[in-house]
Each structure stands twice: as structure tokens, then as C-alpha cells.
């Protein structure tokens, strides 16, 4: 394939991108991976569009020679220490987590020496660093079928997302150790403001994620993962609901639902931070780009990746697809 390296992406149109995308996706071997929260844009162009644990699983079983992640930089990180012999690639290796970065490597050593004899559940929104401190990484979609085959006798940390842990743990009815890290997009969400949105809209249902905190959870007619949420509005009869969660799933949930209503959960006025800015800095252009100049290529240390890939390998197999 010849491209006119005269033409800059800014002076490409959408259908131009599209195109020459796809060509060197088949130039270059390359599967692109979309998680749910990024721009409609990107979910159209993506090989696959999912959920944490899907991408990782789409990422531990592809014979594509390159691996394009379109999601926050754990998420590219996690790709490449399944995938140590490919090329993984990132259109903007800036868009990292916040909820990542609330947990740093030597505070939760310090942390987890603090409960000996504790087994560490961390949540994938994590580092290289954090999985390699960990005994099994979970998803949204996987941690309470996780966390059920461990023995009631058997002490958990569970981290970083409080909200989360404090979810599964009430729902299991078993304490855990929880590390105070939190999603900022879905700690937003106040009990006020969605409560004024149940007001407003009295024939839609609330669904909503489990990082959310509890006194919004409380009032959900359901609660899972970004994923679950989607299955959840797909095979609903209700006609109408509130999206408790990052609204980029909404693009999703209309393309399989087109009769049915979504409405983004509103932002508290005092905090109004409903949108992962983060997910939103993978755009058609950088994508195009990292995968004109193959890069910015994510890497990993082998050390660091050997240390950090059984948490991960576990999961994978203690959640079979």
C-alpha cells in the first residue's frame, strides 16, 4: 500500500481515515482494540469494542502481529505482557487512569505487608507494578465469580476501586481489605443528582456500575459491568433508562437498541466530572498516526512482565469465557 505522506491527518476526512486505517490494519497484520468509553469514532473503526476483561481476552488469543489499543495505558500495558513477541501500539500513551495512578507501588507494598497472609485481588485499572504485588487481577466482569471460589477463612485485599470492593463485599456478604483508590467518573455521581434524573424521567430504570458509590448503587434497579450494562439494556423490556456509568457505552447500547432511550446519568454540579477524559484522547487521527509510524509502542520491563503476567494468567483462568 502507498500512502501520500504529503497528507497530513488533520487534512484527512472521517471516510479517509476509515480508509486508510483498515488498510493497514491488513498491511500490518494488526487487530485495533476499542474499549466502550472511547469516541463512536473509534468503536466504529475497532476490530473489537469491549469491556476490560473482553479486550484482554481478544488480546491473549489473537495471531495478529500487532496489537492496536485504543483504551488507557494499563490496558495497552496488559496486551503487551500477554503478548511479549508482538507490537503493541497506543494512539495517545498520555491517556493513562487516575484510579491506576491512585495506588502507588510502594505504598501498597507497605500496604499488603501490613496483612500478612492476606491474598491480593486487584482490579485490572491497575499498573504493571500493582499486578506484580498481586495474586489475581479481576474485571468489573469477572471479581465476584473470582472471589467466590476463595474460602470464606482465606483474608482478601482488594484494590484499588473502593467502591467496588465495598459493592462485592456486601453483596458476598464477606469482609475485605479495601484499598481507598476510586474512579473518578463514576464517584461523580451523586445520590441527589440521580435521584432528580429518576424524578424527571419516571418511566426510565437506573442502571448502574459498581464503582459507583454506594448511596447511588442503593437506588439501581441493576448493577454490573460496562459489558453486563449493555446485555442488561439489550434484553430489558423497559423502553427507557438512566446510564449510571462512563456515557461512551451509550453509542453501544443505541446501535443494538434503536427504539429504546439512554440518558447519561447527570453531572453533580459541585463535581461535574461524568466523562473519562482519558478514554476521550484516543482519537481516528492518533490512531491513524501511531499506526503510520508504529508507534508510540508500548513496552514492558521482562523482569517487571514475568512478575506481573500470573495475576493475569490466573484470572483468565479462573474466569473461563
Given at each position: 500500500?502507498t500512502i501520500?505522506?504529503a497528507?497530513t491527518s488533520?487534512?484527512?476526512?472521517?471516510?479517509?481515515?476509515?480508509?486508510?486505517?483498515n488498510?493497514?490494519?491488513?498491511?500490518?497484520?494488526?487487530?485495533v482494540?476499542?474499549?466502550?468509553?472511547?469516541?463512536?469514532e473509534?468503536?466504529?473503526v475497532?476490530?473489537?469494542?469491549?469491556d476490560?476483561?473482553?479486550?484482554?481476552r481478544?488480546?491473549?488469543?489473537t495471531?495478529?502481529?500487532?496489537?492496536?489499543?485504543a483504551g488507557v495505558?494499563?490496558m495497552a500495558?496488559?496486551?503487551?505482557?500477554?503478548?511479549?513477541?508482538?507490537l503493541?501500539?497506543?494512539?495517545?500513551?498520555?491517556a493513562?487512569?487516575p484510579l491506576?495512578?491512585?495506588?502507588?507501588?510502594?505504598?501498597?507494598?507497605?500496604?499488603k505487608?501490613?496483612h500478612?497472609?492476606?491474598?491480593?485481588?486487584?482490579?485490572?485499572?491497575?499498573?504493571?507494578?500493582?499486578?506484580?504485588?498481586?495474586d489475581?487481577?479481576?474485571?468489573?466482569?469477572?471479581?465476584?465469580?473470582?472471589?467466590?471460589?476463595?474460602?470464606l477463612?482465606q483474608?482478601?485485599?482488594?484494590g484499588?476501586?473502593r467502591n467496588?470492593?465495598?459493592?462485592?463485599?456486601?453483596k458476598l456478604g464477606r469482609e475485605?481489605?479495601?484499598?481507598?483508590g476510586?474512579?473518578?467518573?463514576?464517584?461523580?455521581?451523586?445520590?441527589?443528582?440521580?435521584?432528580?434524573?429518576?424524578?424527571?424521567?419516571?418511566?426510565?430504570?437506573?442502571?448502574?456500575?459498581?464503582?459507583c458509590?454506594?448511596?447511588?448503587?442503593?437506588?439501581?434497579?441493576?448493577?454490573?459491568s460496562t459489558k453486563?450494562?449493555?446485555?442488561y439494556?439489550?434484553?430489558?423490556?423497559v423502553q427507557t433508562?438512566i446510564?449510571a456509568?462512563?456515557p461512551?457505552?451509550i453509542y453501544e447500547?443505541?446501535?443494538?437498541?434503536?427504539?429504546?432511550?439512554?440518558?447519561?446519568?447527570?453531572?453533580d454540579p459541585?463535581?461535574?466530572?461524568?466523562?473519562?477524559?482519558?478514554m476521550k484522547?484516543?482519537t481516528?487521527?492518533?490512531?491513524y498516526l501511531?499506526?503510520?509510524?508504529?508507534k508510540?509502542?508500548?513496552l514492558?520491563?521482562?523482569?517487571?512482565?514475568l512478575?506481573s503476567?500470573g495475576?493475569?494468567?490466573?484470572m483468565?483462568?479462573?474466569?473461563?469465557a
Amino acid at each position: 500500500m502507498t500512502i501520500d505522506l504529503a497528507s497530513t491527518s488533520d487534512s484527512l476526512s472521517r471516510e479517509e481515515l476509515f480508509r486508510r486505517i483498515n488498510a493497514l490494519k491488513k498491511e500490518m497484520n494488526a487487530l485495533v482494540l476499542a474499549h466502550y468509553y472511547t469516541l463512536p469514532e473509534i468503536q466504529q473503526v475497532a476490530d473489537i469494542v469491549g469491556d476490560s476483561l473482553a479486550l484482554a481476552r481478544a488480546a491473549e488469543k489473537t495471531d495478529a502481529d500487532v496489537i492496536v489499543f485504543a483504551g488507557v495505558y494499563f490496558m495497552a500495558e496488559t496486551a503487551k505482557i500477554i503478548n511479549p513477541g508482538k507490537l503493541v501500539l497506543m494512539p495517545d500513551a498520555r491517556a493513562g487512569c487516575p484510579l491506576a495512578d491512585s495506588c502507588p507501588a510502594e505504598e501498597f507494598r507497605r500496604f499488603k505487608a501490613e496483612h500478612p497472609g492476606a491474598l491480593v485481588i486487584t482490579y485490572i485499572n491497575s499498573t504493571a507494578e500493582i499486578k506484580a504485588l498481586s495474586d489475581i487481577t479481576c474485571t468489573s466482569s469477572n471479581a465476584e465469580e473470582i472471589i467466590r471460589q476463595i474460602p470464606l477463612s482465606q483474608p482478601i485485599i482488594f484494590g484499588p476501586d473502593r467502591n467496588l470492593g465495598g459493592y462485592l463485599a456486601k453483596k458476598l456478604g464477606r469482609e475485605m481489605i479495601l484499598w481507598q483508590g476510586y474512579c473518578y467518573v463514576h464517584d461523580e455521581f451523586s445520590e441527589s443528582s440521580v435521584l432528580n434524573a429518576c424524578r424527571e424521567y419516571p418511566d426510565a430504570e437506573l442502571i448502574a456500575h459498581p464503582e459507583c458509590r454506594e448511596e447511588v448503587l442503593r437506588h439501581a434497579s441493576f448493577i454490573g459491568s460496562t459489558k453486563a450494562l449493555l446485555h442488561y439494556t439489550v434484553n430489558s423490556p423497559v423502553q427507557t433508562f438512566i446510564i449510571a456509568t462512563e456515557p461512551g457505552i451509550i453509542y453501544e447500547m443505541q446501535k443494538l437498541s434503536p427504539r429504546k432511550t439512554f440518558i447519561p446519568a447527570p453531572k453533580d454540579p459541585g463535581n461535574p466530572r461524568t466523562l473519562c477524559t482519558q478514554m476521550k484522547q484516543n482519537t481516528l487521527e492518533k490512531l491513524y498516526l501511531c499506526m503510520l509510524n508504529r508507534k508510540p509502542e508500548i513496552l514492558v520491563d521482562e523482569t517487571l512482565r514475568l512478575a506481573s503476567l500470573g495475576s493475569i494468567q490466573r484470572m483468565l483462568e479462573m474466569s473461563p469465557a
